[in-house]
């Protein structure tokens, strides 16, 4: 399989829904600007949640689960441009979106010290991600800190966070679909990382 250079990762439970929607448009600007990418939504992947066994300390890899984590961490690698993309639940990124964030963890260098100090196999490489949430409210306390849950980590193993796109009022299935406006942002933001990529 050919591998690509932006890998967009979408989070949400719901087929043709508004996550899905965007995704595709920040993945069509990517290609438009001469880009490979390949789109991953993982609720069509098994993927469980990280159990804490602290198993990959060791081994550097995860050696807890053989699941669809071991199809989409070569992905992970080959791809400098990622792309998270998650609704709001709850205030907070959908429990598929959080488990594949945590089974990220063997990426980081352990230490033996309390607390430890941390490095990551991903750092220094250039590699640049963008996020983005949706949302049914308006107000900052009702949307919550989805952005920063799929931002922080991502910055700590090493990605500089170029855009956090919050796309708030907007609650029915597809109704980004409509909003013109909104979808040549994802498409510009879309061809935006791959320049930052060059
Ligand atoms: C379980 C659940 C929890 C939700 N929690 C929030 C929330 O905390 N804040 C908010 O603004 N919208 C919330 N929403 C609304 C969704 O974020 C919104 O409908 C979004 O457009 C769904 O995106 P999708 O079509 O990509 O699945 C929630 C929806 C569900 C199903």
Redesign the pocket.
């Known amino acids: 399989m050919k591998k690509a250079k932006i890998l967009g990762v979408g989070g ?1 439970p ?1 087929k043709n ?4 929607i965007l995704l595709d448009r920040f993945l069509t600007g990517a290609e438009s600007a001469g880009m490979d990418t390949k789109k991953v939504l993982l609720r069509n992947y098994s993927i469980e949640p990280c159990i804490g066994c602290e198993a990959c300390r060791n081994a550097g890899t995860c050696t807890r689960f053989h699941d669809g984590m071991e199809l989409l961490y070569p992905e992970i690698e080959e791809a400098k441009g990622l792309i998270l993309g998650s ?5 907070n990124i959908t429990a598929p979106m959080k488990a594949f964030i945590d089974r990220l963890y063997p990426y980081y260098n352990f230490s033996h010290e309390r607390p430890g100090p941390y490095s990551s196999k991903l750092e220094e490489q250039g590699r640049k991600a963008l996020v983005f949430t ?4 308006f107000k900052t306390d ?3 800190f989805a952005l920063e849950a799929l931002s922080m980590p991502l910055e700590a193993l090493g990605y500089s966070v170029l855009e956090k796109f919050l796309v708030n009022n ?2 029915e ?1 597809g109704k980004v679909a409509k909003d013109e406006e909104l979808l040549n942002r994802a498409f510009e933001a879309g061809k935006n990382l791959v320049k930052a990529l060059r």
């Open positions: 949400s719901r829904g508004n996550t899905d609704p709001t639940y709850n205030y949706v949302c049914e409210q009702e949307t919550g907007c609650f299935k």
